[in-house]
């Protein structure tokens, strides 16, 4: 495809619960941020309507993401959804309220193989996906499908290189591998539930911060 050209900033979007944050999520997005962003930002869900409802509130999450990133300058906690008045958390609503906040920045929503064969679920997907560029992170086990409306799109939107995405303003989609560390946050709920530590999955401020707060106890 031919991508609309950019040059200004370029800044990742990596969305989720963050139930809670772990170095897979960190580690993820440093990855991304190594590739040429000027920042990649992470956004806590207010209510996602795509998974079950996090059990730890949305402040509990917004300050354990905040402790994490701390110490990086190119990762930023966005707090976008929870500010906003929509009860659902939908990304097309998240980056219209970021583009009308942040005009001059080309955005990049990050997502892993496994969500991205299903972004023809989502709401608005495909304003969604012209109004913003879309890195697929491989995932084992997931690819994306080979025929219909998504396979229509990415045929159209591949582009041949991350240099490619990152100059686009919009529209354009790029695939590749990352390291892949298999963390999740429902095991580290259930270690802490049964009372064993989940420490170096978890940054030690995360871990200090559910003691603090006696989060994921039963």
């Known amino acids: 495809m031919s991508a609309n050209k950019h040059s200004g ?27 040429g962003f000027d ?9 996602p ?4 409802q996090p059990q730890a509130t949305v402040e509990h999450r917004l300050a354990m993401l905040q402790r994490s990133v701390e110490a990086e300058s190119g990762l930023v906690v966005d707090d976008v959804e929870i500010r906003s008045p929509e009860v659902t958390s939908y990304s097309y609503q998240t980056l219209m309220q970021l583009k009308k906040l942040f005009p001059n920045i080309a955005w990049t ?6 969500a991205a064969a299903g972004l023809d679920k989502w709401h608005r997907w495909e304003e969604f996906v012209r109004s913003i560029n879309v890195l697929v992170i491989s995932r084992p086990g997931y690819c994306m499908p080979r025929s219909g409306p998504l396979h229509e799109w990415q045929q159209q939107a591949e582009v041949a290189s991350i240099e490619d995405l990152l100059a686009s303003t919009s529209g354009a989609c790029y695939s590749l591998d990352l390291r892949d560390l298999a963390i999740s946050s429902t095991e580290i709920r259930q270690m802490v539930a049964e009372g064993r530590s989940p420490r170096y ?6 871990l200090s911060y559910i003691g603090e707060h006696q989060l994921y106890r039963p």
């Open 49 to 52: 309507p795509h998974r079950p």
């Open 109 to 114: 929503w990050v997502l892993g193989s496994d």
């Open 201 to 206: 999955l978890i940054p030690e401020g995360v």
């Open 9 to 35: 900033p370029s800044v990742a979007l990596l969305g989720g619960t963050f139930d809670p944050v772990h170095n897979g999520h960190l580690r993820l997005a440093l990855d991304v941020l190594n590739l």
């Open 39 to 47: 920042e990649v930002r992470l956004i806590p869900n207010a209510v």
